[in-house]
Nanobody, 126 residues
Framework: QVQLVESGGGLVQAGGSLRLSCAAS????????MGWFRQAPGKERELVAA????????YYVDFVKGRFTISRDNAKNTLYLEMNSLKPEDTAVYYC???????????????????WGQGTQVTVSS
């Protein structure tokens, strides 16, 4: 079992920045692929970024490329999402997720992840 706790969300003006963190416990963090998802009201949960076990491989969806950076610190059992140049359309609940399966390709769909945090709200005002 893996427990994930997100933090760092809040209210920010358009063009601002936030850094989300996700603290993991219960399983060797370095054995998990990790991802950040988000869900806006009335919309489906969507992938934002994913990162491999050792951080050597990352994936971003097009709408965050160049603005968001996913990273991890396996010594601290923590996943991060640095978000810059935030836009009102980035407003959503952000979730971190963990995948325990050994894969060649990073998981990009919610169904491929086994564990989820409770989410943290990010609100970007115009």
């Amino acid at each position: 079992q893996v427990q994930l706790v997100e933090s760092g969300g809040g209210l920010v003006q358009a063009g601002g920045s936030l850094r989300l963190s996700c603290a993991a416990s219960g399983r060797t963090f370095s054995s998990l692929n990790m991802g950040w998802f988000r869900q806006a009201p009335g919309k489906e949960r969507e992938l934002v970024a994913a990162i491999s076990r050792n951080g050597g491989s990352v994936y971003y969806v097009d709408f965050v490329k160049g603005r968001f950076t996913i990273s991890r610190d396996n010594a601290k059992n923590t996943l991060y999402l640095e978000m810059n140049s935030l836009k009102p359309e980035d407003t959503a609940v952000y979730y971190c997720a963990a995948d325990r399966t050994w894969r060649v390709v990073l998981p990009t769909t919610p169904g491929e992840y086994d564990y989820w945090g409770q989410g943290t709200q990010v609100t970007v005002s115009s």
